[in-house]
């Protein structure tokens, strides 16, 4: 069974443009979570959703927003770019919405904003 | 402020060696994760615990709630646990991560 995919794998961006980064859960996964990393330290919550529906959001502005579509697969899109966007962005997938399950991380989008 | 504090924040260990890494933690939480981080970038999950002790091969996770602290060991280092070492807590509706501890295990 194919794993958490993310597309792309690396991103290069200049400041004041848009991204748009996805992700596809685990077949049957329907919880999708967004976490950016950024260098040299521990990845931070973004975002939740479950069957459509955003069930939890970090302490993020809002020029981060994020969808997830019927089939279960994710975008998270980010306005307006900061040189501080830079970071690794990962996503997982889990069956069910709590948190506390065990999560299946993507290999992650690497952003560079210049 | 920092809802979790790992320690050591880097280790270095001879193969073989037991090694113990701490999460200490000041909110009350569901569950905690312990993940485990691969040069790259990628995740994976080792545990999820509520209470007590989990063992998977050579890897064991406590956690006591009252003191708010968990830790990791690994019996018998190998060169390829080298990894980044992050321990997670289930908050409402969100998940607090560690630094992490970055564990490098020399042959």
């Known amino acids: 069974d194919a794993g958490v995919t993310q597309s792309p794998t690396h991103l290069i961006k200049t400041r004041g443009q848009h991204v748009t980064l996805r992700c596809s859960p685990i077949?049957?996964?329907?919880?999708v979570s967004w976490y950016q990393q950024v260098l040299g330290q521990g990845p931070q919550f973004i975002f939740q959703y479950y069957e459509k529906e955003e069930r939890g959001r970090g302490n993020f502005p809002d020029r981060f927003s994020a969808r997830q579509f019927p089939n279960y697969s994710s975008e998270l899109n980010v306005n307006a770019l900061l040189l501080g966007d830079s970071a690794l962005y990962l996503c997982a997938s889990s069956p069910g919405t709590d948190l506390g399950e065990t999560q299946y991380f993507g290999p992650g989008t690497r952003l560079l904003v210049l | 402020k920092n809802e979790v504090e790992q320690s050591p924040q880097n280790l270095t260990a001879q193969e073989g060696e037991f090694i113990t890494i701490n999460c200490s933690y000041s909110?009350?939480?569901?569950?905690l994760h312990w993940l485990q981080q691969h040069p790259g970038g990628g995740i994976v999950s080792l545990f999820m615990?509520?209470?007590g002790k989990k063992k998977h091969g050579r890897l064991i996770a406590t956690i006591n709630i009252q003191e708010k602290h968990s830790s990791l060991h690994i019996t018998a280092s190998h060169p390829r646990d080298s990894a980044v070492y992050i321990c997670?807590?289930?908050?409402?509706?969100?998940?607090?991560f560690g630094t992490g501890t970055r564990l490098t295990v020399i042959p």
């Open positions: 615990l509520s209470s």
């Open positions: 997670a807590l289930r908050g409402a509706n969100n998940l607090f």
């Open positions: 909110v009350g939480i569901s569950a």
């Open positions: 077949s049957g996964h329907k919880s």
